[in-house]
């Protein structure tokens, strides 16, 4: 009897951790179809959030290194590469900020969204994506082809974005949007 509850017990206990091997979506599956600017737009975000929230531990007299060096430590890349990465993120958050003026104020002129010329706001969105990805190529330059690939593999590893409508196998599609 000990022994079949024990045999019982260890079926559920392998049952029960290959579940969540069913149910959930590889990062590279769940970024497959989301474009390098996106993925990388959302991370340069991230390391500058992350390098704000330490700047704001710093001032409440808080430890900050853990917070700052992050990225570094989980992607494998070494400081000065992280220094790097800063840098290039804080360059392409200012021309991002810039462009997004830009575009804010040819809609505002224009008497709002709906008046603004299309293709004027095609122009803006392409020189976002133009410029993320030159900064995209600065980093890969910046950190040659041999280092370039494990800071890579880290942000699609870590990559939490989603194309509208994609769902998980097996999933149900999602409902319509309504406007």
């Known amino acids: 009897m000990a022994t079949r509850l024990s045999h019982?017990?260890?079926?559920?206990?392998?049952?029960?951790?290959a579940i969540p091997g069913?149910?959930?979506?590889?990062?590279?599956?769940r970024c497959a179809d989301v474009p390098?600017?996106?993925?990388?737009?959302?991370f340069f975000r991230r390391v500058l959030w992350l390098d704000g929230l330490a700047d704001q531990l710093k001032s409440q007299g808080k430890a900050d290194s853990f917070t700052r060096s992050l990225i570094q430590r989980e992607s494998g890349i070494t400081e000065k590469e992280a220094a790097t990465l800063r840098t290039i993120a804080a360059e392409?958050?200012?021309?991002?900020a810039t462009l997004v003026s830009a575009g804010q104020a040819a809609v505002a002129s224009a008497g709002g969204p709906a008046s603004a010329p299309l293709q004027l706001l095609k122009d803006i969105r392409n020189q976002?994506?133009?410029?993320?990805?030159?900064d995209f190529d600065r980093l890969r330059a910046a950190l040659g082809y041999g280092r370039f690939p494990v800071l890579d593999h880290y942000v699609?590893?870590?990559?939490?974005?989603s194309t509208p409508g994609s769902?998980?196998?097996g999933a149900p599609p999602p409902p319509p949007r309504r406007l």
């Open 128 to 134: 976002r994506i133009e410029a993320l990805n030159d």
């Open 8 to 17: 019982l017990l260890i079926l559920a206990l392998l049952a029960g951790l």
């Open 167 to 169: 769902a998980p196998p």
């Open 92 to 96: 392409w958050i200012a021309k991002d």
């Open 36 to 42: 390098d600017y996106t993925i990388y737009q959302v």
């Open 156 to 161: 699609r590893r870590t990559c939490t974005i």
């Open 22 to 29: 069913f149910c959930q979506v590889s990062p590279t599956e």
